[in-house]
């Protein structure tokens, strides 16, 4: 499995009940613990513990049965918490959970074969040899790590509120930008708009060659009358299918900017994901204030427009502040889940009925 793919799978395991792989029946000699009337079997650990261990660890502890277990019996008492509370998945965060996890797949098979195409067959697949679980079950385990999450953020709901208020002085975010300037050295970049055309169907399927010719010479069309003088604002909003950017608000100025996309760097895997290698090096060898010709990306046509192009640079305090006070903001906020979780899985230990079969992993 490749390594990022790997990393982000075992985040999975951070707040995740597991799932019983359990017989009706269990020999004396197989028991290993039983979390109230939830019996674990040694079946059952040593195949979590092969999962697991294929995993890099989420912290520096090292990964044995023992702590597998204790996480087993944590991930038992919070899936039964979640499902004694009621509580409801939200379907946009486990949409949004599940397209990263695509998107990370993707990123990394693109790496290994520029023409690779996403499939959702060859997708759940992968999981299902990587992980170790049927697509099915990695969904549910998704699911239920999104659920014990939404539980633990209502339980301290006025303390992340407070986060969000929270003020930080100056001295503490310029004593942070000073220890770590080397983080605050931005790239060449490329601020960019477009105009956008779409090659593929609904389904993300390549259009057929004959309509791909089609909304290529209306793009030529479109950039013909640019040429000509007509106004790249007014051309992108009647024409231009991607309609994020279209209707986009820019943040610098706080008004509408229609097709633009903000800055990219050359190395952001993302950008090379989205739009090629080839399409990433003319933008950055367009000069500032000219188009390009009509580029095709995997997903249609292209004219880009170069807004602006910044040689790297230390980005000033001012400038890099917001991003400052964000990440305080989220760091403030991730510990504030991570004590809640311990508090919340002490008082269910103390209330729990726990009885070990097995000295050795008590």
């Known amino acids: 499995m490749n390594s990022r793919f790997k990393i982000f799978i075992s985040l999975l395991l ?18 290993v613990v039983k979390v109230n009337n939830k019996v674990f079997t040694l079946r059952e650990l040593e195949k979590e513990f092969k999962q697991r261990s294929k995993l890099p660890p989420i912290d520096d502890r090292p990964v044995t049965k023992k702590s597998v277990l204790e996480s087993m ?24 959970m599940l397209d990263q996890y695509k998107m990370l ?14 499939t959702e067959e060859d997708y759940k697949a992968y999981i299902q040899k990587e992980v170790e679980l049927t697509y099915d079950k990695f ?5 239920e790590t999104i659920m014990v999450r939404q539980y633990i953020e209502k339980r301290c709901e006025k303390k992340l509120q407070d986060v969000l208020n929270r003020v ?16 605050f050295v931005a790239p060449r970049s490329v601020e960019i708009k477009h105009i956008f055309l779409k090659g593929i169907n609904n389904q993300g399927d390549p259009l057929p060659q004959s309509e791909k010719n089609i909304v290529k010479k209306r793009a030529e069309d479109i950039l013909k009358r640019l040429k000509a003088g007509e106004n790249f604002d007014t051309l992108c909003e009647i024409n231009s299918e991607d309609t994020e950017s279209r209707d986009r608000i820019n943040p610098k100025t706080n008004k509408l900017d229609r097709g633009y996309l903000g800055s990219i760097y050359k190395n952001d895997e993302m950008v090379k994901t989205m739009f090629g290698d080839d399409i990433v090096n003319i933008l950055f060898n367009t000069p500032k204030g000219k188009m390009t010709d009509v580029l095709e990306s995997k997903s249609g046509f292209h004219i880009f427009l170069v807004v ?16 400052i006070v964000n990440y305080f903001k989220m760091a403030d906020h991730e510990k504030i889940l991570r004590d809640e979780y311990i508090s919340l ?12 079969y097995m000295n050795e992993y008590k």
């Open 345 to 356: 899985l002490k008082d269910l230990k103390s209330k729990a009925n726990i009885e070990y």
């Open 168 to 183: 930080y002085p100056d001295s503490k975010l310029e004593e942070f930008y000073d220890a770590n300037i080397k983080e």
């Open 14 to 31: 951070i707040f995740t009940p597991i799932f019983a792989y359990a017989q009706q029946t269990i020999a004396g000699k197989d028991k």
């Open 139 to 143: 969904e549910e385990k998704v699911k």
């Open 105 to 118: 797949y993707a990123q990394e098979m693109l790496k290994d074969n520029p023409n690779f195409k996403f």
């Open 308 to 323: 602006d192009k910044l040689d790297q640079r230390i980005i000033p305090f001012n400038e890099a502040k917001p991003s």
């Open 73 to 96: 019996i944590d991930e038992e008492l919070l899936k039964n918490e979640t499902k004694n509370k009621s509580i409801v998945v939200d379907e946009n965060k486990l949409k949004s």
